[in-house]
């Protein structure tokens, strides 16, 4: 089990340096702690699965019955029994001496304050003193406050003068001068350009139905406010005609007795059409819809210019808003004869009765229903009205002698959707790096527990470190066979297709609490394993892949987040972001790893072809011959029936 490519890995300090996040400062105001990051980054470990993790390697020497397995020991390949060995022994040739930490960085299996006296693992002590002028000054923690006076001949103040400045207190050994503050050492000259653009496309589907062409001499269609005549023939040719002129994409269909229906998508504004026959004109409405996108960008860019001995540094912050609204466009076009008793019109599931009055009157009652903006038009008997609005429009009612006459309304639906995009890019200055200057002389003095051996130091930062003097040998082992070993089953420590879960062998072993038992007493083991995702001083590691590194970082940018979040912080825009982002990254990061080998699948292939060859070819190849004298006891030759 292995990944597709070659891996590289980074510590959990190079990823943090990657997201770019002030770890210290944050740590320092209780915002989050760098165990909580360390979590974060093993959950994604676990997540991506085995086939990240390091394939490693080792020789175990069994000794009574069992062996320790190696600390970074995670999940086991495969193992076999190492036999007939033949050893070359040469002159030892150099030695060198490693520093290894005494404490791992994340695991924290030891205490963080180490006792000198009463840990068995630490053995000596030391302390360390450091001088700053004539003073005898502390280490400075504060340089931007004000400065001592030059008799003290202290060149940085310390913590304690630090706060004695800012209260006017002069009574420490090293009195202060209250100075002003210091005059900004990057000036600043800016403009600023403010710049809008907007686009806006308008797409319509309309469709004229059931126009009936019997006898027709004209066909028009009103296209972007002029009218169009189509040339009357089939459906097939009336719809290559109109796709011709490039005003949409038209399709147009024959439903027999001469009647078509017309349909199209476009950018045009459609119309009614004219379908005249004996020099009268008959004018059907479409039915419309049509989807709106428009795109607002707002920019605003800062260009400035900074003083001497200053870099510009840009910032660059984008937000986007989309508004998404849908109106209604109904039209209803009726007759009213004499005799009418009442007309009524159907609004989301309620009727309102009018009267038949000049259309100034009734358009006006139809407004002050509030449910849209009506328009009333009457020519004779023959009335027109249309409405815009959001609501659920239903048929008008006319009902008269003869009865109720139901017109049902021809309606449109208009989709806007707008979507402002606003980026803001803004520039600060900053000195230029100094060079960092040589720390002052530091002076140590260590002393040595005298109970026990020494092997530890303590430096000058409390770190503890234990020397190790490796020695070259000069010693190769060959071991000539290798035997296989049973391993009993253990699905937490022993990968499910680890061949010793198979092997028929008279050795077994098993694993349990980071120890390897085995029934042989005494004997030399040779282990795969897939190893902990730490290196060889116990650091925190995780893959370094340009397919997979945004998985990583966006994880770590979401707890950050969350912890600013919990502290009253405003990045609720910025948490948004990098949640959607995380999602699709580790969606991305979970398919690159979970892609499988040509090797896999080359093993897929063939376990499908052995099976296929089995059960189609030689179907009968797995049963024994028929003896002629079949035994009573149902075994056939030590074949069981």
Request: glycine share 6%; proline share 6%.
């Amino acid at each position: 089990m292995s990944f597709n490519y070659t891996l590289k890995y980074r510590t959990f300090d190079q990823l943090l340096s990657d997201v770019h996040v002030d770890f210290q400062n944050m740590s320092l105001e209780s915002m989050i702690e760098p165990q909580q990051l360390i979590k974060v980054v093993k959950r994604v470990n676990y997540d991506l699965g085995l086939r990240i993790n390091k394939t490693k390697e080792t020789l175990l020497e069994v000794s009574k019955g069992r062996v320790k397995l190696p600390d970074d020991f995670y999940v086991l390949n495969y193992a076999l029994v190492c036999d007939e060995v033949s050893v070359t022994q040469g002159m030892p040739q150099g030695t060198w001496i490693e520093e290894r930490p005494l404490i791992t960085p994340y695991k924290m299996t030891t205490p963080g304050v180490i006792s000198t006296c009463n840990d068995g693992t630490v053995n000596c002590c030391g302390t360390c003193s450091q001088q700053f002028g004539n003073c005898g000054c502390a280490v400075p923690t504060c340089s931007q406050c004000t400065q001592p006076t030059s008799s003290c001949g202290c060149s940085t103040p310390s913590a304690i003068q630090c706060t004695s400045c800012a209260t006017g207190s002069t009574t420490v050994p090293c009195s202060c001068n209250i100075l002003e503050k210091l005059p900004d050492p990057c000036p600043k000259t800016s403009t600023t350009t403010n710049s809008t653009t907007s686009s806006s496309v308008k797409t319509s589907a309309c469709c004229w139905t059931d126009v009936l062409l019997f006898q027709s001499t004209v066909l028009s269609i009103m296209i972007d406010g002029t009218e169009v005549f189509i040339p009357i023939g089939t459906a097939s040719v009336m719809q290559a005609y109109l796709n011709g002129l490039g005003v949409g994409t038209w399709t147009v269909t024959d439903l027999l007795s001469s009647r078509f229906t017309f349909c199209v998508t476009g950018t045009n504004d459609y119309g009614v059409m004219n379908a005249r026959s004996n020099n009268i004109d008959r004018f059907i409405d479409p039915s419309c819809s049509s989807d709106t996108v428009i795109v607002v960008t707002n920019t605003s860019i800062e260009t400035c210019a900074c003083g001497p001995d200053c870099d510009v540094v840009s910032e660059t912050q984008s937000s986007t808003a989309t508004v998404v609204s849908s109106v209604s466009k109904c039209c209803w076009r009726f007759g009213v004869p004499d005799g009418t008793i009442e007309v009524s019109i159907t609004i989301n599931g309620t009727v309102y009765i009018f009267k038949i009055l000049d259309p100034t009157a009734m358009q006006n009652y139809l407004n002050t229903l509030g449910l849209g903006t009506f328009t009333v038009t009457a020519l004779g008997i023959i009335y027109d009205i249309c409405v815009t609005g959001t609501a659920n429009y239903g048929p008008v009612t006319v009902t008269g002698q003869a009865g109720p006459t139901i017109i049902n309304p021809t309606c449109t639906v208009d989709n806007t959707s707008t979507t402002v995009i606003t980026t803001v890019q803004t520039c600060k200055c900053k000195p230029k790096a100094i060079p960092t200057p040589i720390p002052p002389p530091v002076t140590c003095v260590t002393t040595t527990d005298p109970c026990v051996k020494p092997r530890v130091i303590l430096n000058c930062k409390d770190e503890c470190f234990e020397l190790v003097q490796i020695v070259n040998p000069g010693i190769t082992r060959t071991y000539k066979r290798l035997s296989p070993i049973t391993i009993l089953e253990n699905p937490q420590m022993v990968d499910c297709g680890c061949p010793n879960l198979y092997w028929k062998a008279p050795y077994t072993a098993w694993i349990r609490d980071g120890w390897l038992y085995t029934s042989l007493d005494c004997a030399v083991i040779y282990i795969s394993y897939q190893g902990q995702m730490e290196d060889d001083d116990g650091n925190l590691l995780c893959p370094d892949h340009d397919e997979i590194n945004e998985y990583y970082e966006y994880a770590v940018k979401q707890r950050i987040l969350e912890n600013l979040i919990m502290n009253d912080e405003p990045v609720g825009q910025k948490m948004a972001l990098v949640e959607a982002r995380l999602r699709a990254a580790r969606n991305y990061a979970l398919t690159i790893v979970n892609t499988p080998n040509f090797s896999e699948m080359k093993q897929v292939w063939a376990a499908n072809r052995k099976a296929m060859y089995g059960k189609y070819y030689n179907m009968f190849k797995s049963y024994g011959p028929i003896p002629a004298i079949v035994p009573t006891n149902n075994f056939i030759n030590g074949y069981n029936k």
